[in-house]
Structure formats: structure tokens, C-alpha cells
């Protein structure tokens, strides 16, 4: 689930800590992939007629297509991505999943009533909720990788908080997801849609965490404390509270403490915080998640050649894929592994910090975007009621 309404707030409060840009932009950058997050976008997205892809044994393969043919697209634009898989789910998370389960099984009813009275369009809405990730899923996609030469290690609990480490490291440039609880794990930048495929033309989003934090104006453990307010994975939302409201109340009390001290003593009772609500278990498996550290041997990568053969095995001969396009495919993987990639620039240079006046005039025209942002968005949300207003009173 990642953390709700986490990039709106970035975007409008911290517009410069969002870059949006081509897939070729990130040529000759080590990446550190979300697995199950892409594998979970492949089975959703990677369809014929509104229905998972499938071998003639009836095995489902599209996230063996997805995976194979998306990361392709990375290494042709010179990306070198490491994949690293969920371990264990912490047990604060438990909860969690088990909403999910039970989404997935009323899903299933729905979508089994669909087919015998909905329209196509419902059963195919109801077939993707459906949609999880099993262990299945998980090991033909390891065997995949292993055969294309391209690395992966599983992680011992959240992957999204392990590509932080390898990011935050130097071992990779970004850490790749599409939940942004990403950030909260400490990835120092956070790159989305990169394994989207190439006909939805969906731009890379580049998220910068330091630029988010100063446009926020926050310390890290205060970004992680309105993650936790705006809902996360670990605990139930506060009823009520949407994006502007915990951004408004810890920049007001500073901390989730004294937050929730305020909403208790509230005499109006405005919110009200739900029972058991674990936040500071929470905020520890963001500051102190069960990771390796990266210069442990198994965060030790190597990109290699392909095993073309083995890849025709698999993917043709077992999951009944196309052979010419398998080949031709292992080729180009061939040849990207066989030429020297060239350097980046910035691997020569690095930033010059910045004094404390560029920081504050930085800081003030940050201020002042944000404001005039905000000012046009009221004139714009104001000329559209009006014009509505006028519309029904010549009505």
C-alpha cells in the first residue's frame, strides 16, 4: 500500500524534490528494483482481452513476460538493475495482510458472480483484485533472473527498505518502487514507473528525500511520523485525517507524542485515534528496519552474460514463449553485457555544499513558489465555482 497521498504532499509543498523525465536519462545508473512490487504491476498489467497471460499448460505467465521484456527495456537504455525481494513480513504488518487476504477473497466472490451476470468490463475489474504475489511467482522470476545474468537477493523483511540501504550506500544510484514508503526507509532517491511498460508513456519520477525534507521543512523523524499519520502499512489511518490536516498537525506539535496527546485532550473531539494503535512500533521498523547491511557478501553484485540456451529452455520449451523473440532478445543482452558502458559524469564530480545564505534564499524562493502555487490553485478552484454558479442561475 505504500503511504497514502505521500507524493501529493511532496509535490505541492516540495515541488522541487520531484523530477519527471525519460527512462534514457538513467543510462549508466545501478538501480535497486522493488521486485515484488513490479512482479504484483506485471500480473495486473500484463493482459490479453482483460485476462492474465497463460501457457498451453494453463500456468499463468505474465510476470515472466513483464518481468523479461520490462527489464530488457532498462539494460537497452544502459540501466544495470539489481531486483531485491520481500523476506519475512514484519509481524506489526500482520494486520495489514490480513485485510488484504480478506479484499482478495471477497474480490473472488465478486468476481466469480461477475461472470455469471456482470459485464466484461466487472469481471475483468474484480479479476485484478484478485491479483497476489505467491512464492510461485517469486522463484520462477529468481530462476528468470539468474538465466538473463542479471542479480537479485532476497531481503530479510521489507525489500523496499533494503534497496534504501544499497541506495543510501553508494551501491546504487536510486531505489526503485512504487510505494513511497520507500522514503521512509531512508533512500536517498526514489525513482517510480521504471518498470512500467513503454506504451503507457508514463514519465520516470525522480524523488529527491533531502529536497522533500527541506521544502517540508521536517527532520526525517518528523516526515516519518506524518507517513504514519497520512497511513501506512503498519497501523490503521486516523479517521479524518487526510494530507492537509497531518502535514498541518506536526508542523503544530513537532511530534506523533504530542499529536496524539492533543487529539485525546481535544475537548471537541474532532478525531479520534483508533484502539491499539502501535505508531511508535511503527516508527521504529522505518528508523531501524531489519536490513543487510551493504557491505554484507550477498549485497556483492555482478551483472554476467545470459544463458541463452537456458532462457529458450525456460521460457520457450516450459512457458510456451515466442523462440524467435526470446532469441533475439538474448542477444541484445548479450551484446550490453559484452560493450563498456560509459561512465556519468557525476561519478567525477561531486556537489560543493551550500552555504547557510544560498540555503535560506533557497529556502525563501521555495517559500514563495509554494505560496503563489497555492494562491493560484484557490483562484483557479474559485473562477470554476463561479463560472458553475453563473451556469445554473441561467439555467
Not at 519527471?20 to 513490479?38: L, P, Q
Not at 505467491?134 to 542479471?150: A, F, P, S, W, Y
Not at 533494503?162 to 514508503?181: I, N, P, T
Not at 523523524?221 to 497520512?230: R, S, T, V
Request: hydrophobic fraction near 35%; charge should be neutral.
Amino acid at each position: 500500500m505504500g503511504i497514502k497521498q505521500l507524493f501529493q504532499v511532496i509535490s505541492e509543498e516540495a515541488p522541487e524534490a520531484v523530477k519527471n523525465g525519460e527512462i534514457k536519462n538513467h543510462f549508466g545508473r545501478k538501480v535497486a528494483i522493488d521486485a515484488s512490487m513490479s512482479i504484483y504491476s506485471f500480473l495486473i498489467a500484463v493482459r490479453s482481452e482483460g485476462q492474465q497471460l497463460m501457457s498451453d499448460t494453463g500456468e499463468t505467465t505474465s510476470h515472466l513476460m513483464g518481468m523479461f521484456y520490462r527489464t530488457l527495456r532498462m539494460v537497452d537504455n544502459g540501466i544495470k538493475p539489481l531486483f531485491v525481494f520481500d523476506g519475512a513480513p514484519p509481524k506489526l504488518k500482520s494486520g495489514e495482510l490480513a485485510k488484504r487476504f480478506a479484499r482478495k477473497n471477497e474480490a473472488k466472490e465478486q468476481h466469480e458472480e461477475a461472470k455469471e451476470t456482470g459485464t466484461a468490463e466487472e469481471v475483468e475489474r474484480f479479476s485484478r483484485r484478485t491479483v497476489r504475489v505467491t512464492r510461485e511467482h517469486n522463484q520462477e522470476c529468481q530462476r528468470l533472473l539468474k538465466l538473463m545474468g542479471i542479480p537479485y537477493i532476497v531481503a530479510p523483511t521489507e525489500a523496499e527498505a533494503q534497496c534504501a540501504v544499497l541506495a543510501r550506500a553508494g551501491k546504487v544510484y536510486a531505489a526503485a518502487s512504487e510505494d513511497m514508503d520507500t522514503l521512509c526507509f531512508n533512500a536517498p532517491i526514489l525513482l517510480r514507473h521504471l518498470t512500467f511498460s513503454e506504451q503507457r508513456k508514463e514519465p520516470i519520477q525522480e524523488i529527491h528525500l533531502e529536497k522533500a525534507l527541506e521544502g517540508l521543512h521536517m527532520e526525517r523523524e518528523q516526515f516519518i511520523d506524518m507517513c504514519i499519520l497520512l497511513g501506512c502499512d503498519y497501523v490503521d489511518p486516523v479517521p479524518k485525517i487526510g494530507p492537509n490536516t497531518a502535514l498541518k498537525l506536526i508542523r503544530e506539535h513537532g511530534t506523533l507524542e504530542k499529536v496524539v496527546e492533543a487529539i485525546e485532550n481535544d475537548p471537541k473531539k474532532k478525531y479520534v485515534m483508533p484502539e491499539d494503535w502501535p505508531y511508535q512500533d511503527a516508527r521504529e521498523l522505518f528508523l531501524n528496519p531489519d536490513v543487510r547491511s551493504a557491505d554484507d557478501p550477498e549485497c556483492d553484485f555482478k551483472w554476467e552474460a545470459p544463458d541463452v540456451e537456458g532462457l529458450v529452455q525456460f521460457l520457450v520449451h516450459e512457458k510456451g514463449f515466442n523462440e524467435d523473440r526470446v532469441r533475439n532478445s538474448a542477444q541484445r543482452l548479450t551484446k550490453t553485457t559484452k560493450v563498456a558502458q560509459q561512465a556519468r559524469m557525476e561519478g567525477f564530480f561531486k556537489p560543493i555544499p551550500k552555504t547557510e545564505e544560498e540555503k535560506a534564499s533557497l529556502k525563501r524562493k521555495h517559500d514563495e513558489k509554494v505560496a503563489e502555487s497555492k494562491k493560484r490553485k484557490k483562484e483557479d478552484a474559485k473562477t470554476k465555482k463561479d463560472t458553475k454558479s453563473k451556469v445554473h442561475g441561467a439555467a
